[in-house]
């Protein structure tokens, strides 16, 4: 890349853009860029911003990677939002992708044809929902509060308190918010009767939202995660994505993306690993999920319930046993037990690898990530920086050159508790042992395939 100074000139128009992918060929690990300004359009509410990210020094630790690196940017001015799929391309930016994940598409469709339409016209009754970190939770609320719908969320406790505001934002959005367990269901009051100081874990908050929405008259059941037409929804994640490549013909080498439930991952990889399945082409998918719910790493692929409370169908799955419920690291919508169905049988056929990471080693990656690139990334999508710091640095070291994308999936705002412990030298790696993920395991249903 030549030193000629900055580029501030030949924008292209963007119609709909809320978020930017990064490509370059001189990259730091996490996307620095060398003497240029990198001028985008993002959304705040309803009013185009210009949005500026500039770097004028290499960093002296920067990675050459020869190819490069890119991020499938999620996130808009720390709210969950609604998609867009607009590029834009600059004299030295390569790729640049706006995407937002999260929340439903609701057009006047829902409102003609919905199932539970009122005589006005709109949609009736009310939501219910679980969320973990709370980035589920937002969207969804916005979405309802878009449509004049309630909404009733089920938010993991430990998240509910270690995040307040993200909890704050989804009841200024008109969301009633429970922390989960919560003494308001059956299942909930069940839970706390054998640990009445659990942390609570996304399988809890599923078990409450499903019976709230299965035993209260006009509640319906949204579900945000795990399920196959979850992954399709998410799956325009991924299509923006290649998009993208493909306009300017590049071809990644890996993928990598944070591993919860699976939906964003899900998303992410989906049309690449057709490409791989149809054996047009062979990628590096890389799932990265943390080290105290290894799910994919330290669990087994067998029949489970997808909650805790054991109220939905069965799932063959990755799982540590629906009665798992993880440490309260700061990831909160990593902390589910199992994995996607569809993923967990790519992983079990080896089309895709996995590995899991220490909280201290994530935020480490994040804060590094936030001081190159000035962006501050959610402690989920840190994990997949941290792979991503990891692969960059092995070809820093092989002299190979290979294309790196992964997916920036949320922001970090809402996660200064977490950032405060990191820098105040607090935080802590708790890691489940074997005895403790054997006895969980140990209680699956027993289902003859």
């Not at 000629?4 to 809320?18: L, M, N, R, Y």
């Not at 169908?313 to 994995?339: E, V």
């Not at 480490?364 to 990530?369: I, L, T």
């Not at 989920?380 to 640095?393: K, M, V």
Request: a neutral charge; one cysteine or more.
């Amino acid at each position: 890349m030549s030193d000629s100074g900055p580029v501030g000139t030949g924008k292209q128009e963007v119609t709909h853009a809320d978020r930017i992918l990064f490509k370059t060929r001189d990259p730091m690990v996490a996307t620095v860029y060398h003497n240029a300004l990198h001028i985008g359009k993002t959304f705040c509410g309803a009013s185009p911003v210009e949005h500026f990210v500039s770097r004028t020094k290499h960093h002296e630790n920067a990675c050459r990677i020869g190819k490069g690196l890119g991020i499938k940017r999620s996130q808009l001015i720390g709210i969950v939002g609604r998609h867009a799929h607009d590029l834009v391309a600059r004299k030295r930016l390569v790729l640049t992708v706006i995407e937002l994940d999260d929340i439903p598409r609701f057009d006047r469709r829902i409102q003609e044809h919905g199932t539970d339409a009122s005589s006005s016209g709109k949609p009736s009754g009310i939501k219910a929902t679980e969320t973990g970190a709370g980035q589920w939770g937002t969207a969804l609320s916005m979405a309802c509060a878009y449509l004049g719908l309630d909404l009733k969320v089920f938010m993991v406790k430990c998240s509910y308190e270690q995040k307040p505001f993200r909890r704050e934002v989804m009841r200024t959005y008109g969301a009633s918010v429970t922390p989960s367990p919560s003494n308001t269901t059956n299942v909930g009051r069940a839970i706390l009767a054998k640990d009445p100081d659990t942390t609570g874990s996304l399988g809890c908050a599923i078990s409450e939202a499903v019976e709230v929405a299965t035993t209260t008259p006009g509640y319906r059941y949204v579900l945000g995660s795990v399920l196959n037409q979850v992954l399709l929804h998410q799956s325009v994640i991924g299509l923006e994505t290649k998009i993208a490549l493909d306009k300017y013909g590049i071809t990644p080498d890996i993928i990598i993306g944070c591993a919860g439930g699976g939906s964003n991952l899900g998303g992410l990889i989906a049309p690449f690993m057709g490409e791989k399945l149809r054996g047009e082409k062979d990628y590096r998918f890389i799932a990265v999920e943390p080290a105290s719910c290894p799910s994919f790493t330290r669990g087994v692929f067998a029949y489970d319930f997808c909650d805790t409370g054991m109220v939905c169908p069965l799932a063959k799955m990755y799982t540590l046993g629906s009665g798992f419920i993880p440490s309260a690291n700061h990831a909160g919508g990593l902390r589910y037990h199992g994995m996607s169905p569809i993923l967990s049988q790519l992983y079990h056929d080896g089309l895709m690898e996995a590995r899991s990471v220490e909280q201290t080693s994530v935020f480490e990656a994040a804060e590094y990530f936030a001081r190159t690139e000035g962006i501050l990334p959610a402690p989920e999508s840190s994990h997949a920086i941290c792979a991503a710091i990891d692969e960059a640095l092995k070809c820093k070291e092989t002299g190979e050159e290979k294309t790196i994308v992964f997916g920036l999936t949320g922001t970090g705002y809402f996660d200064l508790v977490a950032y405060q412990k990191f820098n105040d030298h607090e935080m802590t790696d708790i890691i489940p042992t074997d005895e403790q993920l054997a006895a969980s395991i140990a209680k699956l249903p027993k289902v003859a395939e």
